[in-house]
């Protein structure tokens, strides 16, 4: 109803509910009806400024593929609010994770519709690009006081080895990283990984390298490069289901000054604050932020230091 809609307008910019009209507008015809029956969701991702469209499918088939292209040439030049790129994502488990990383091999897993294959994230100073498909927060206005808030709470000194695990395509590498002497970061998905180093090469951050590797014990162990004289601070922001079992042993062990455990699933906390109490560290800070508007998610950093 009407209320319903005023209600879900202040929940998102007035272009994406353009985009999302527009678009309902086109399934809603009978000769769209093979791909509307075949969509999981529509995202829209990117920007204030600009914006991408990905329409996930768990159905590929030739007639979905040629009923996207028709709907995307419309969504190129009819749309009301401008949108840069539409791209398909195939997921033919319709997971509830909308950018679902399980996908089979030897299928075709995404398709170009237009327009560039990446995003960006304007933060004042410097521009980070990322993969469509990568992850990046979506509050893009909160996205500074984000950053602020985890330099804030780690306060680096200039010299000292920066570990930011999980770091996708960078974010916190390049916001809050720039003091230390030498930045590591390390994370499993490639293509936001190879931006990183883009940004990295880009931005002419020498003292920033990225490792592409699945974050577990034996990988904090084994090929995170061993102590030196410079004081260690760790980041680690992991994906809702949280650490692989030992890492945070494995990260204690190495005693760094000072720990921002980054949590996006509050059931997730006190499991992982009982492991870094087991293993000497004790909470500091703890301090959320409405990083999801609309959800009843949040974003919460722990401070923690060795007792």
């Known amino acids: 109803d009407e209320d319903a809609d005023d209600a879900a307008a202040t929940l998102e910019p ?12 086109m399934l809603s015809r009978p000769v769209f009806s093979v791909l509307a029956q075949s969509l999981n969701w529509i995202i829209i991702r990117g920007s204030y400024r600009y914006r991408t469209v990905i329409f996930n499918v768990f ?21 009301p609010a401008k949108v840069s790129a539409a791209h398909v994502y195939f997921d033919p488990k319709a997971s509830d994770y909308y950018l679902e990383a399980s996908r089979p091999a030897d299928a075709l897993a995404f398709k170009q519709l237009y327009g560039p294959r990446e995003l960006s994230l304007d933060l004042g100073d410097f521009r980070l690009k990322y993969p469509v498909t990568g992850f990046s927060q979506i509050n893009e206005s909160q996205v500074p006081n ?13 010299g000292c080895r920066f570990f930011d695990l999980y770091c996708g395509y960078g974010l916190f590498t390049f916001g809050i990283g720039s003091k230390a002497k030498e930045t590591i970061g390390v994370e499993w998905e ?36 061993e102590r030196s004289s410079l004081p260690e601070y760790v980041l680690l922001d992991p994906p809702r289901k949280g650490t692989a079992p030992g890492v945070i042993r494995e990260l204690a062990s190495r005693r760094p000054e000072r720990v921002l455990h980054v949590f996006c699933g509050t059931d ?26 609309g959800t009843p998610h949040l974003e919460t950093f722990c401070l923690l230091e060795y007792r």
């Not at 007035?14 to 309902?24: Q, S, T, W």
């Not at 590929?60 to 749309?79: F, G, T, Y």
């Not at 990183?196 to 162990?221: E, M, Q, V």
């Open 146 to 158: 984000f950053l602020a808030t985890a330099s804030k709470l780690l306060q680096m000194p200039s």
């Open 14 to 25: 007035d272009e994406h509910a353009a985009v999302y009209r527009f678009i309902g507008e």
């Open 190 to 225: 490639g293509p936001s990984v190879e931006a990183a180093k883009a940004s990295a090469k880009f931005l002419h951050r020498g003292n920033a390298r990225f490792i592409t590797g699945c974050i577990d014990a034996d990988f904090i162990r084994g090929r995170l490069p």
């Open 268 to 293: 997730e906390i006190p499991r992982e604050l009982y492991q870094w109490k087991s293993a000497g560290y004790v909470l500091r800070t703890l301090q959320p932020l409405d990083m999801f508007p």
């Open 59 to 79: 159905r590929m088939d030739a007639s979905v593929v040629r009923k996207l292209k028709i709907v995307a040439e419309h969504l190129q030049n009819e749309c």
